[in-house]
């Protein structure tokens, strides 16, 4: 798969069919990748693909001006579509270098299970559907399930359907949409009371970052609410009540647009788990408007689109 | 100076002696997330799997937010409260970098400026630094010319030998710690062998190295590049992780909060890497990313120096283990292209 994708990126360059391609590089620590923005043809021979290639790179789409080729995962495609569809970016220019994606390793899954911290385990190689964890002498096969990020493991779209090229490869399939949601089921059995405590201790920790909003492509707001002082909607003093808020309102502002990519919950410093919020809103926005973020590029957008006969007269 | 040891299984002891005098902060796991917060008088597990805090112990001093002054309207106009800060603590735990980084942040709230609440929380602080026998990969402390077993910015410094922590006392207030204790032992002719042992290993262990021999310079010929600097910062996402857990940075914000004629004055973390920085009273200066990135980097390699003859980087590596796009400072100071007239190294 990588050889296809940097001759063709590298093709790309070369043709001036695009300024910039934004790809995944090796990182500079143990089992990272970084994103890789370049207009050198010669850099096209550091493009990689493996499980570690987290970052949504549909957000460069946002702030870089030119053409660009961007390798899109599944998930990242959606977020481009969804781009296209709320006129934040052009079709026309972006290439998009599809990959098809048998879901991404999740660190903290890993670290938990073999023990260790990141950087003190020698090798994560993906086999199939499984993962073979190497800590010195000692070697740990698990199911691939078992350490990919929850996110992957309810993807619904594990090769890209819009693209310009498609590198062609494997997508095993990995769909356990249950086990995808384990932690929002936990929280939906709570009491009221006792998910009230809970987010309210995790929204203490909140160090007001923003590295949530920051890396989401559905965030491209120029203006942010939480940054507003007239009117100020949120304090920007890190509490937890305006931390929640903050949070709560992403949700909202995100719903019919997060592909659901998990990115926000990655990055989050204090480990936030921001998908449940995330998450829980694109499945209503399912339920409830039989909708799909970054599908159809032709789609009307969920949420700012509407008709004049629209049943809501405050609307109409 | 070595004069004492302690044993690992006698820790305890030493920590709830010291307890009852003052309050103990301790590496911590709060929800998940590893930081200084205060011993329970019992758990010392941290012992072994401590390696650094996520949240830098700055925040000891410089609480990511915390009141400066509360207030209530009364008859006559407004009941003003300050809060004080009377007790004695003990930060045990402190890394050699992040002892050094407090040592910086001393330079802005204590030494060129007198800060109340810096000051009110950091003179009653004694700090106890542990030696780092397990460094990350994305250590590179010795390249600040920090070594992760010595410090001359703690009270006391303890260095693991095995069954024992050899400790060194540098000050007045740690020798009146170990006097407090009657449970440290004398050190032995082995020990010190031990002890010199100990130290290479764990220099040896730091991998990762960076040159900053005449950063300053380059950075200063660099500054007006736009290319460059557009180059470096395109993956950055502008958000605050690298700042906020710096144990360098301290820009912080002021703001007020009011409810039914009562309310607080609060100061909170604030980042350079922000867009919406200083946008409250004026602009932004550094409206374009390539600006706030300039500004991260040549703080610490360029602006500090000339102003203060030290990198404000200490090579703690949180700001790369904690990135979201893995944006290395390392890489940035090693590629700085050499500039003309600047021999390089010793
Ligand atoms: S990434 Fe986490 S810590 Fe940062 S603002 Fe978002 S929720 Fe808060
Ligand atoms: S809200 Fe989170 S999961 Fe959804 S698109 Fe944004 S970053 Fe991705
Ligand atoms: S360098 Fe990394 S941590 Fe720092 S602002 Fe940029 S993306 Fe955030
Ligand atoms: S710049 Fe990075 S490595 Fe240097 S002191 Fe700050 S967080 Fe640590």
């Known amino acids: ?51 570690f290639i987290s970052n949504n790179l549909a957000t460069y789409a946002l702030e870089i001006s030119g053409r660009l080729g961007i390798v899109a995962k599944g998930c990242d495609s959606r977020s481009i579509v969804s781009l296209i569809q709320d006129k934040q970016i052009t079709r026309q220019d972006i290439v998009i270098l599809g990959i098809p994606c048998s879901g991404l390793i999740d660190l903290k899954k890993v670290e938990k299970l073999a023990g260790k911290e990141r950087d003190e385990i020698d090798e994560v190689v993906v086999v ?40 062609q490869g494997p997508a095993v399939e990995i769909r356990n949409s249950e086990a995808s949601r384990e932690k929002i089921k936990e929280l939906k059995q709570m009491s009221p009371d006792q998910r009230w405590s809970y987010w309210k201790q995790q929204f203490n920790r909140c160090i007001r970052c923003y590295a949530c909003r920051q890396v989401c492509p559905a965030c491209f707001c120029e203006r942010c609410f939480v940054e507003e002082s007239q009117p100020r909607w949120v304090s920007p003093v890190s509490q937890w009540q305006d931390n929640l808020i903050f949070q709560a309102i992403r949700a909202i502002h995100v719903a019919g647009r997060c592909t659901d990519c998990g990115e926000c919950e990655r990055v989050c410093p204090v480990d936030i788990p921001l998908r449940s919020l995330s998450k829980e809103m694109y499945d209503l926005v399912g339920e409830m408007f039989n909708y799909k973020s970054g599908m159809n590029a032709g789609a009307p957008p969920l949420m700012t689109a509407y008709e004049l006969t629209e049943v809501e007269s405050l609307i109409r | 100076m070595i004069t004492k040891k302690v044993s690992k299984k006698d820790i305890r002891k030493l920590l709830g002696t010291w307890n009852q005098e003052c309050n103990v902060i301790v590496p911590s796991r709060v929800d998940g997330v590893v930081g200084m917060a205060a011993w329970d008088n019992q758990d010392i597990s941290f012992l072994d799997w401590y390696r650094n805090t996520v949240i830098p112990p700055k925040s000891c001093f410089l609480p990511k937010s915390e009141v400066m002054m509360s207030f209530k309207k009364n008859e006559n106009g407004y009941n003003l409260e300050v809060p004080t800060n009377e007790h004695w603590q003990v930060i045990f735990g402190v890394r050699p970098c992040d002892a ?39 250590c590179f402390c010795t390249s600040s010319n920090i070594d992760p077993t010595e410090s001359e910015y703690v ?43 100990v130290k290479a290993a764990s ?40 700042t906020f857990l710096c144990p360098t940075c301290f820009c912080f914000d002021i703001n007020d909060e009011m409810i039914r004629k009562q309310g607080a004055r609060y100061r909170g973390w604030d980042s350079c890497s922000f867009r919406s920085y200083t946008r409250m009273p004026m602009e932004n200066p550094r409206e374009e990313k390539w600006r706030r990135v300039r500004q991260r980097v040549c703080h610490k390699f360029e602006f500090f120096p000339m102003n203060l003859g030290i990198n404000a980087c200490v090579g703690c590596g949180r700001c790369i283990r904690s990135c979201p796009v893995n944006w290395d400072i390392t890489q940035v100071i090693a590629g700085l292209p050499a500039e003309a007239g600047i021999k390089s190294g010793k």
Not at chain 2, 229 to 235: D, G, L, T, V
């Open chain 1, 1 to 51: 798969m990588e050889k296809e994708l940097r001759d063709q990126a590298a093709k790309l360059l070369e043709e001036g069919t695009v300024d910039y391609i934004v790809g995944f590089a090796s990182g500079t620590l143990k089992h990272t990748t970084t994103p890789l923005i370049t207009g050198d043809k010669d850099e096209t021979s550091s493009l990689v693909i493996n499980p």
């Open chain 1, 128 to 167: 199939a559907d499984k993962v073979v964890i190497t800590v010195g002498s000692e070697k740990q096969e698990v199911p691939a399930a078992a350490v990919l990020f929850d996110h992957c493991i309810g993807c619904e779209l594990q090769i890209p359907q819009e693209y310009d090229f498609l590198i």
């Open chain 2, 100 to 138: 050094r980084a407090n040592a910086i942040i001393d330079h802005v709230f204590a030494v060129t400026y007198d800060d109340y609440y810096y000051i009110s929380k950091r003179r009653n602080t004694l700090l106890v630094g542990l030696s780092c026998t397990n460094p990350y990969d994305s």
């Open chain 2, 155 to 197: 009270d006391l410094m303890f260095t693991d030998i095995g069954d024992d922590f050899v400790i060194e006392d540098f000050t007045g207030g740690g020798k009146a710690l170990l006097n407090m204790s009657n449970t440290l032992k004398k050190v032995t002719k082995a020990d010190i062998d031990k002890i010199k042992e």
């Open chain 2, 203 to 242: 220099v040896s262990k730091i991998k990762k190295t960076v040159d900053t021999e005449n950063a300053d310079r380059k950075l200063g010929s660099l500054f007006n590049d736009t290319d460059y600097w557009e180059r470096i910062s395109a993956k950055c996402i502008s958000c605050g992780i690298c």
